[in-house]
């Protein structure tokens, strides 16, 4: 497992001397996916270093329907093509077992997670927003799971923010609103009240623009909460403030791809695996 990121370079190529190094990707990824052990931190490393070695250089499309539009594949490129079918299963797998990590090392968390079934991506969407506003986690895990929440909204932003923000800001709203003592002044501070300001932090890291439909409710909070006089919450509010002001002024490119080709469903004027 130690070796493979130094190979990762030379198993995607196309090469002269080793051509098919490509069909053996996917299923070396779905192979080293049981690596993901609450129980050997090591084995996690270990891990999580192959998968960022090998998803560096290959882009997750499925371009299975390339075999149908394309006459100019060898045997080995439509072997390729038609594996790229499982990177959908290779995806939900892998935050399965992210999930599934983070819910054993937290003790209060709730049973939601991303199964692998015919949703669509709006469901997918609405799992991940169930996990991630429907869970309480502890203090032990909280840094592990913002870094995933930083993950997946810099990822696709628009969508992500879309699904989750709302939810977020509802339930800070709604736990204001609902506790018995005013939870502002409260020294000893509230589990759930901490960890959606958390969250709700690590939601402004995205770009600036994408920010702006959501001013009204942003501003809410942070006109409710920025006197909270509990330790934990008040710094996860005060890096919101940070985050916010730092993506609103930042400069971002238009265009943050690796590869400025574009990509259509047809794959005509270009292969991700060449």
């Known amino acids: 497992m130690k070796c493979l990121p130094g190979i990762a370079r030379q198993l995607v190529r196309q090469t002269p001397n080793y051509s098919e190094g490509q069909i053996y990707v996917l299923p070396l990824m779905m192979s080293v996916l049981p690596g993901i052990d609450s129980n050997d931190f090591e084995k996690i490393v270990v891990t999580l270093e192959v998968l960022d070695a ?74 991940i927003t169930e996990f991630l506003t429907g869970s309480l986690f502890s203090h032990k895990v909280r840094k592990f799971v913002a870094s995933l929440v930083r993950a997946i909204v810099n990822a696709n932003p628009r969508e992500i923010l879309k699904h989750l923000l709302p939810q977020t800001c509802e339930h800070i709203e709604n736990i204001i609103n609902n506790s018995r003592m005013t939870i502002l002044t409260d020294y000893r501070g509230n589990i759930e009240f901490t960890w959606h300001l958390i969250l709700f932090s690590e939601l402004l890291r995205v770009r600036g623009d994408a920010l702006l439909t959501y001013k ?57 695996i060449r």
């Open 54 to 127: 090998i998803l560096k250089l290959v882009p997750c499309v499925d371009c299975s329907s390339a075999v149908h539009t394309r006459n100019d594949l060898t045997e080995t490129e439509k072997q390729v093509c038609l594996s790229t079918v499982q990177f959908e299963e290779f995806v939900i797998d892998f935050l399965n077992r992210i999930f599934q990590m983070i819910s054993i090392r937290s003790t209060e968390t709730s049973n939601a997670a991303v199964t692998n079934d015919s949703a669509n991506e709006d469901d997918k969407f609405i799992k």
């Open 216 to 272: 009204q409710m942003i501003m809410s909070v942070f006109h409710r909460c920025i006197r909270v006089v509990h330790k934990d919450s008040y710094e996860a509010i005060a890096k919101a403030a940070k985050h916010l002001l730092k993506s609103l002024s930042d400069l971002y490119p238009i265009n943050d791809r690796l590869s400025h080709e574009i990509m259509d469903e047809s794959f005509v004027d270009l292969l991700p």
